[in-house]
């Protein structure tokens, strides 16, 4: 039996098999309105991959010429690894370690679709659950969009990392409500959005930027719901709970921080270049120190710095564990920063462009729909 820790009646949860709980009649009229203005704003912000008023995948971007990202943001060739590869095959190894990071971005996405799938199975306010269904839905057309995208650059995603592919897999099948919007409305989104928000700021393929900005202005929301977890349930937690909630999302935090992107997971990449995975690891670690780690935790957009900030200000994070985060980051700076994550921003900017798509179409159809009356 699962050990919940609900605190708002909205988040109260049965388990997932337990089917005839969703049919007690009184359950219908318990309605929290906590979502109501997520779930409205769905229609302002609705976009389609398919459709070309939103996006156009058909823009091409020569891979063999072009990289998609600088070539400073590609940690291997910051390291010894750049000095067995002509110019060439620098791009090329650039874009195919960006086709291992998207093709893990889709992953993401299908984990985010399945967990919102299954919190429907489990949250009791139909509120709740109709955030849910509409999150789930929002996820389904991201994984469309970057399976598009992926299928236009390169044919095929590559296979997910073991890293996400245990925490996906640990979020999507755990019935306690906690690790399921900790995990993912709180960790995985704010990693989701810090890397959105790189990937917007650098890559050089305007398609990939769109899709991206897209993206995020669905996921601003999706975050947002965790913080209004985290809100009604952090500060009523006694001593064990918040222990264990602390503890635990410590514990995720430096399994990411230390295995998100290890060499291991991208030999299939290396050994194109006749690369031998491990000793790219090593050349790799001699060249990124964990100061270099520290530099980097210092700029906005950083997916680590994203999540410290968002388990800070979610209060989670006490003395008991800060030294663990104070490694890396200045806590003091990041209190101050106030709750705003990157790419909030864009989200705001890209809403604006979608309601003005949206308000076109809308005119077209009822247009179409008073000829043919
Ligand atoms: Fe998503
Ligand atoms: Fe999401």
Redesign the pocket.
Known sequence: MAQQITYDKAYDAVAPEDFPAMLEVPRYGRRSDAFDSIISATHDHFWDPLDKSYIDFDRPFDLATQSLVPLDMIVELRSAVADRLDERQKIQLANDVMHWSISNLLH??QG?LSLSASLCHILLDPGAQEYAANQAR??AR?VAGFTRYITKRWGEPLPVGKTIATVLQDLVSTPEVYKKIVGMQMLI?GL?MGSFATLNARTNDPVLRRLVQL?MS??AF?HRFGRLWAAKTIRHLNEEEHRKVEDWSAQIFQMLLFNLINAEQKQVIYAKYGLDWQWVRDAVKESFSDNDRREQLKETNNIFRVLIKTLLHAGIITQRTAPLYAVWVDMDELKAEGEGIPGDVVAEEMMVVLREINAKRKRIVSKDVAVAA
């Open positions: 993401g996405e985010a929002e996820e991201h989104e989701a993206v669905d996921e999706h």
